[in-house]
């Protein structure tokens, strides 16, 4: 079975400028998210889609990150503009959609991206 | 909201148990989570509690205690490979959506 898919996997920037990331998750996951990891720190959840609706996107900098999934499949990422602190790996992870409270479905990650910001 | 504290750092020698510990406080949760992360990998899933007990998955365990808010990894024959970080994670309760909460990590090192 095929992984959680992503590109590019390293970028660099300078800031004020823009980036995109993209993200093919495992087929068949209704559940799509989107973390920030900054060096040292645990995974930030930024955004979650359930197909191709937005679950949760209360932690996302929405002045300038922006996400979408269209037709509920592949997603982008955009920082636009990119400032200094956005230096981090971006992740996406795709999971099953869950059925009841007791049934744990994993997450799966991608390799991510490493963005610097000069 | 929710917050996990974990160790920073970790080091024991190969072939020896290591237990990794995570305090937590949280106005709820479904369950709590371990995933390891090598040096410039992605997270993977090890092992998940949603009651009180341990769990067992060959050489790695986890244990949940709600009415202490802790829990711990258990790691038995460690082998050089288990060099990685290790985090804990809070699935909160929130409407339908099931989300991680991730603590900081540990820096685990397995010496020879």
């Known amino acids: 079975e095929a992984g959680v898919a992503q590109s590019p996997r390293y970028k660099i920037i300078e800031k004020r400028q823009s980036v995109a990331f993209w993200c093919n998750p495992i087929s068949g996951h209704a559940t799509l998210y989107w973390y920030q990891q900054i060096l040292g720190q645990g995974p930030k959840l930024l955004i979650q889609f359930q197909n191709n609706g937005v679950v949760d996107d209360s932690q996302l900098p929405k002045d300038r990150f922006s996400a979408e999934r269209l037709k509920g499949v592949d997603s982008t990422l955009k920082i636009q503009p990119a400032k200094l602190e956005d230096s981090a790996v971006y992740l996406c992870?795709?999971?099953?959609?869950?059925?009841?409270?007791?049934?744990?479905?994993?997450?799966?990650f991608g390799p991510g991206t490493r963005l610097t910001v000069l | 909201g929710q917050s996990l504290e974990q160790p920073s750092e970790v080091t024991a020698v190969e072939g020896a148990i290591v237990q990794i510990n995570c305090t937590y406080q949280?106005?709820?949760?479904?369950?709590l989570s371990w995933y390891q992360q090598h040096d410039g990998g992605a997270p993977t899933f090890l092992s998940y509690n949603a009651l009180d007990g341990l769990e067992e998955t060959g050489r790695f365990s986890s244990f949940l205690s709600r009415s202490d808010s802790y829990g711990y990894l258990l790691l038995q024959e460690l082998q050089m490979k288990d060099s990685a970080s290790y985090f804990c994670?809070?699935?909160?309760?929130?409407?339908?959506?099931?989300?991680?909460?991730f603590g900081s990590g540990t820096q685990l090192t397995v010496l020879p």
């Open positions: 992870a795709s999971s099953l959609r869950w059925t009841s409270a007791t049934t744990y479905n994993e997450q799966f």
């Open positions: 994670a809070v699935t909160p309760l929130r409407g339908s959506a099931r989300q991680l909460t």
């Open positions: 949280t106005s709820g949760f479904y369950g």
